[in-house]
């Protein structure tokens, strides 16, 4: 099973930018899915997740109304849209995938499977 994140770059605050994170090797419909993001120097918090069980969506209080997750089964990848972006949304951003059903383990266990990374950073 591998992941391939891509999509990060430098942005201005207030801009947008789409990860996308394509899982190979498995189908991706039968595992839950979602993104960790780790700022300098931080934990790794988790950001958003989608459960394979019946596709409801968890994202992060922090940013709920700024973030959304989604995925394309065709192909095999999965997306994060981040709007209106702020310096403090810079990080790596990293997809992971789980075989479990639900963001509930998803969110509180280590998730099987991890793409490498992407960077966000949000500057003028």
């Known amino acids: 099973v591998q992941l391939q994140a891509s999509g990060g770059g430098l942005v201005q605050p207030g801009g947008s930018l789409r990860l996308s994170c394509v899982v190979s090797?498995?189908?991706?419909?039968?595992?839950?899915i979602g993104w960790f993001r780790q700022a300098p120097g931080k934990e790794r918090d988790w950001v958003s997740c989608?459960?394979?069980?019946?596709?409801?969506?968890t994202t992060a209080d922090s940013v709920k109304d700024r973030f959304a997750i989604s995925r394309n089964n065709a192909l095999n990848t999965v997306y994060l849209q981040m709007n209106s972006l702020q310096p403090d949304d810079t990080a790596v951003y990293y997809c992971a995938a789980d075989r479990g059903q639900h963001c509930i383990t998803f969110l509180t266990t280590t998730p099987d499977y991890w793409g490498q990374g992407t960077l966000v950073t949000v500057s003028s």
């Open positions: 989608l459960a394979s069980s019946n596709g409801s969506t």
């Open positions: 090797g498995v189908t991706l419909g039968d595992y839950t």
